[in-house]
């Protein structure tokens, strides 16, 4: 070949590269007759080109499964973060997408309203019969407000036993009557761990508005749903603005409270706890008061529920245990104590469920040369039979330490022998609504009778609450009931006056 026909070559050789280099792999260059050198160039780059295009060829291959993998992931992802694993409906965050989007996708016509359920008392379901139980039950309500509520509104599960319906283009009766539907589905028995139990739920509705915004709508929802759960089982409340008030009121006693802990505004008072056969002071009650600086002393029931809600109720716990058990180490070493007096302290479910409760009490006595038997701690009827082990575990270890422990509002839950027989426990206090009719009614006579002879038959001591007058007092003595306390007696007393009552007592100290 000339000289000429080499350049040309080499030039198309050139291109050829240029072209390969640009991506088009499946460019080949020609080889010529000639077998030379730069045909021997040529044909080494036609097969690193045809070795790039299988690789490329390849790796097209493994990022199209790739990216099939990525998004069937993201599929996936997207179906968990939108589907409650446990009952299949749609979860939390799909509720309030769906939400955002029928608040704005809505016209001149009803607006979407929004229905919150929270079972009542299901965490003694979880505790009583196992949390096995406790999902079956769950499984068995969704399905029964997914029935219920139909295919056209989502239903999603919020929380553990918190249910949501988002009802679209219904008018206010109608989402009503789903809300009523949705209540009443629930309430035939479900068998669950062998037991047949029964739901009901707290409800809280808050029907459309137009102008209200999907956070708005959510948020007035769950006011509702707590009012009712507030106003006791099977309550079904529609949202109101003064709900909300109310609830922005609570914000700012809240915020008042956390202060009053910081600043030293709260105080104790104590009412005075009569042996009913000697008429000598047994005992007393420490009660908790607010001393506002605005609004003056402040009874616990304006407040507790706010402090309940906001988490503040172990700390307040804490609090009256600190406090009346200093103060009882002050009363034993001035003026002096009678050898079966007892300071009882009103403790909530939340404090019961800590397990270091009984370590905390110890150490304050010993901080204050209290004996526990000085002590006593108050826990409600309806607390000791919802708690569930952590509760038992705890009374069991401040019985263990010599602390007494007392039922609180007796009669007005469960009031059964059997479990009176197991509690750890020395008194029982009959709730103040029983002597309602003591004096006037001889049925209701009868009816306290038969609550002491059970308290009595538990081996157990009685202290009746809410004494008013003497007639109740002499009634109550002759039905053997041990102790007592009301105003017929005292009004709840600061400490400077229970320690005055205590210095001019009957009797000689300890």
């Not at 029907?207 to 999907?214: A, D, F, M, N, Q």
């Not at 330490?401 to 007796?410: A, K, M, N, S, Y």
């Not at 009959?430 to 009614?441: E, N, Q, V």
Request: contains cysteine.
């Amino acid at each position: 070949m000339t000289g000429r026909d080499d350049d040309r070559r080499l030039e198309e050789l050139v291109d050829g590269i240029v072209v390969l280099s640009s991506g088009d792999l499946s460019n080949r260059l020609e080889v010529s007759p000639a077998r030379d050198g730069i045909d021997a160039v040529t044909t080494g780059i036609n097969l690193l080109a045809e070795e790039l295009q299988s690789m490329y060829e390849d790796m097209e291959v493994r990022v199209a499964e790739r990216t099939a993998l990525l998004e069937a992931a993201k599929a996936e992802l997207r179906r968990v973060i939108n589907t409650d694993e446990l009952t299949g409906l749609a979860s939390r965050s799909l509720l309030q997408e769906k939400v955002a989007e029928a608040v704005t996708g809505a016209g001149r016509g009803p607006q979407p309203a929004l229905i919150l359920l929270d079972l009542d008392s299901f965490r003694l379901i979880n505790d009583s019969l196992g949390h096995a139980a406790g999902d079956a039950v769950l499984r068995e309500a969704a399905l029964r407000l997914g029935a219920a509520a139909g295919a056209r509104h989502l239903i999603a599960r919020l929380s553990g036993d918190e249910f949501a319906v988002l009802v679209v283009d219904q008018e206010p009766d109608a989402v009503l009557e789903i809300a009523s539907r949705l209540s009443e589905s629930l309430k035939d028995r479900i068998v669950a761990g062998g037991v047949a139990v029964a739901l009901t739920a707290g409800t809280g509705v808050r029907l459309g508005e137009p102008g209200l915004s999907s956070e708005e709508l959510i948020r007035d929802a769950n006011i509702a749903m707590h009012e009712a759960k507030k106003r006791g089982r099977d309550t079904l409340l529609v949202f109101s603005a003064a709900m909300h008030e109310a609830a922005k009121q609570r914000v700012h006693l809240v915020a008042e409270l956390r202060t009053a802990l910081a600043t030293d505004e709260l105080e104790l008072e104590y009412q005075p706890i009569m042996d009913l056969r000697t008429g000598t002071i047994a005992g007393t009650e420490a009660l908790i008061r607010w001393r506002h600086p605005d609004l003056g002393l402040l009874a616990p029931d304006t407040f507790l529920d706010a402090a309940d809600e906001a988490g503040l109720t172990v700390e307040i716990g804490h609090w009256v245990l600190r406090n009346a058990i200093a103060q009882t180490g002050r009363w034993k070493s001035d003026p002096g104590l009678p050898a079966d007096f007892s300071t009882h302290i009103n403790l909530s479910p939340a404090d019961l469920h800590h397990v270091d409760l009984a370590p905390y009490v110890e150490d304050l006595l010993v901080r204050h040369g209290v004996e526990p038997r000085h002590i006593s701690i108050e826990i409600t009827e309806t607390a000791i039979m919802r708690g569930g082990p952590e509760v038992a575990a705890t009374m069991q270890s401040l019985n263990d330490l010599g602390v007494r422990i007392e039922i609180d509002d007796f009669g007005t839950g469960y009031s059964s022998i059997s479990y009176l027989r197991t509690l750890p426990a020395s008194q029982a206090k009959i709730d103040k609504s029983l002597l309602d009719g003591l004096t006037t009614d001889r049925q209701q006579e009868t009816f306290v009778a038969a609550i002491l002879q059970l308290i009595h038959s538990a081996g157990l001591g009685a202290v009746a609450e809410g004494i008013e007058d003497r007639e109740q007092a002499d009634r109550l003595r002759h039905l053997d009931c041990e102790f007592g306390q009301g105003y017929f007696f005292s009004r709840p007393l600061p400490v400077a006056d229970m320690t005055d009552l205590l210095a001019h007592r009957d009797g000689a100290a300890a």
